[in-house]
């Protein structure tokens, strides 16, 4: 749960909302007092420097829009770090099983140790792809409603009749 913003958050956050429209009118004579008093080479420094900070505001501003602006909890960041493993595993098994297949076909393995160390790859690959399913399956039971409304949604007809291409 988030935590609730501090008066101070309040405070400051109205104050950098209220004085937005005027940033650029006071960096650019900022700029030009600082080229005034130190030179032409400090105040394009000014410059810079302050849409190098609006660039990076305006990309933090874009992710935290993206993310929903949802804090992290040590929870979510290990369910995403398990999340990261099963696929990293699933991908380390599957080579695996292609590595070992490979092997049989050279002779390196006997046909027993291939048999044996393909059905334990082989039912862990399984339980990691049986995982991966029933995470996905809302996501796809949704995916399945959105088709089945598509589909049902009558086309509209063109205004003239698609021909087909002849074959030239």
Request: proline share 7%; glycine share 6%.
């Amino acid at each position: 749960m988030a935590e609730p913003q501090r008066p101070e958050e309040d405070k400051l956050g109205e104050l950098v909302a209220r004085s937005a429209p005027y940033l650029p009118v006071a960096i650019l004579v900022g700029a030009l007092a600082l080229a005034w008093l130190r030179g032409p080479g400090a105040g394009v420094l000014l410059l810079a420097g302050a849409l190098l900070v609006g660039a990076i505001s305006s990309l933090w501003n874009s992710l935290r829009a993206l993310i929903g602006e949802a804090p992290v909890d040590v929870d979510s960041a290990l369910a995403l770090s398990r999340a990261l493993s099963n696929d990293e595993r699933t991908r380390e098994v599957l080579a695996a099983l292609k590595d070992l297949e490979l092997e049989h076909r050279q002779g390196k393995l006997t046909e027993a140790d291939f048999r044996e160390l393909s059905a334990k790859y082989r039912a862990e690959a399984k339980q990691l792809l049986r995982e991966r399913d029933e995470k996905l399956g809302p996501a796809r039971a949704r995916a399945e409603e959105l088709l089945a409304a598509r589909l049902v949604k009558p086309v509209e007809p063109s205004a003239e009749p698609a021909s087909p291409k002849e074959d030239a």
